[in-house]
């Protein structure tokens, strides 16, 4: 994913020297919405509960896992080609990380049947590199009506102090987004827009590092947001 970004910005670098070419948009984004991430759970396998009870145990508070939700707001740097009045290929790209909320765990640890202690685990997420391959399709006489599809990816950096040790690791998404939007050609080649989007991105099982016993679980996260864009015609 580092070399994919650091490609997408000599492609910018590139299409800011090539004014030449005649079909390149370039601008920037600010996109706001809310999210929800789905199914949210940590299993245990085997043994528990002080290895008195065999079996699995999914630690949520639901039976299909927690669920959160969350407003967003990011900005993005795009660079797009027309292929005809129709048709244009594009790359989103967020060059700034998205942070998640530290959230909190605090477990009992029973040392005796009349005394125990608590440990407290914490977990904080960076969504770092998303970037959008992107196709949008103007129909004919659609007055600067647009749809738009996308292949979305995102790396999944987790930031977390186990007091039982082990951490989860990284990973990176896949999923995609849809979009309606309006464009509008201004003086001097510039353009505005604004958008309105869904997206959806797969969900992931990660194994604790120092015991595979351990994993969490995110079903997926969805999300709807709107975006304005500026950018100039080349």
Same mark, same amino acid.
Request: charged letters at 20%; hydrophobic letters at 35%; a negative charge.
């Given at each position: 994913?580092?070399?994919?970004?650091?490609? !997408?910005?000599?492609?910018?670098?590139?299409?800011?020297?090539?004014?030449? !070419?005649?079909? &390149?948009?370039?601008?920037?984004?600010?996109?706001? *919405?809310?999210?929800?991430? @789905?199914?949210?759970?940590?299993?245990? #396998?085997?043994a528990?509960?002080?290895?008195?009870?065999?079996?699995?145990?999914?630690?949520?508070?639901? /039976?299909?896992?927690?669920?959160?939700?969350? %407003?967003?707001?990011? *900005?993005?740097?795009?660079?797009?080609y027309? &292929?005809?009045?129709?048709?244009?290929?594009?790359?989103?790209?967020?060059?700034?990380?998205?942070?998640?909320?530290? /959230?909190?765990?605090? =477990?009992?640890d029973?040392?005796?049947? /009349?005394?125990?202690? =608590?440990?407290?685990?914490?977990? =904080? &997420?960076?969504?770092?590199?998303?970037t959008?391959?992107?196709?949008?399709?103007?129909?004919?006489?659609? +007055?600067?009506?647009?749809? #738009?599809?996308?292949?979305?990816?995102? @790396?999944v !950096?987790t +930031?977390?102090?186990?007091?039982?040790?082990?951490?989860?690791?990284? /990973?990176? %998404? @896949?999923?995609y987004?849809?979009? %309606?939007?309006? +464009?509008?050609?201004?003086a001097?080649?510039?353009l505005?827009?604004?958008e309105?989007?869904?997206m959806?991105?797969?969900?992931?099982?990660?194994?604790?590092?120092? @015991?595979s016993? #351990?994993?969490i679980?995110?079903?997926?996260?969805?999300?709807?947001?709107?975006?304005?864009? &500026?950018?100039?015609?080349?």
């Open positions: 994913m580092k070399k994919l970004s650091i490609l !997408i910005l000599m492609v910018f670098g590139y299409f800011s020297n090539a004014v030449a !070419i005649e079909g &390149i948009n370039l601008g920037v984004s600010l996109t706001a *919405g809310v999210f929800e991430a @789905d199914g949210a759970k940590e299993e245990f #396998k085997g528990h509960a002080g290895g008195a009870s065999p079996g699995n145990v999914s630690k949520s508070n639901a /039976t299909d896992g927690d669920t959160a939700k969350g %407003l967003f707001g990011i *900005g993005s740097i795009f660079a797009e027309e &292929i005809n009045d129709q048709i244009a290929v594009g790359l989103d790209y967020v060059p700034h990380s998205m942070e998640s909320e530290t /959230t909190e765990n605090i =477990q009992d029973i040392t005796t049947s /009349t005394t125990s202690t =608590q440990r407290t685990n914490t977990t =904080q &997420i960076d969504f770092e590199d998303l959008t391959l992107y196709v949008t399709l103007t129909p004919p006489d659609a +007055n600067g009506f647009y749809v #738009k599809a996308g292949f979305m990816q995102v @790396d !950096i +930031n977390e102090n186990l007091t039982t040790g082990g951490a989860y690791g990284n /990973t990176d %998404l @896949d999923g987004t849809v979009a %309606l939007g309006f +464009n509008k050609d201004l001097n080649d510039a505005v827009r604004v309105t989007s869904y959806s991105l797969d969900g992931a099982t990660l194994v604790n590092t120092d @015991d016993t #351990k994993s679980t995110a079903d997926g996260i969805e999300g709807y947001g709107a975006r304005v864009s &500026i950018g100039k015609s080349f």
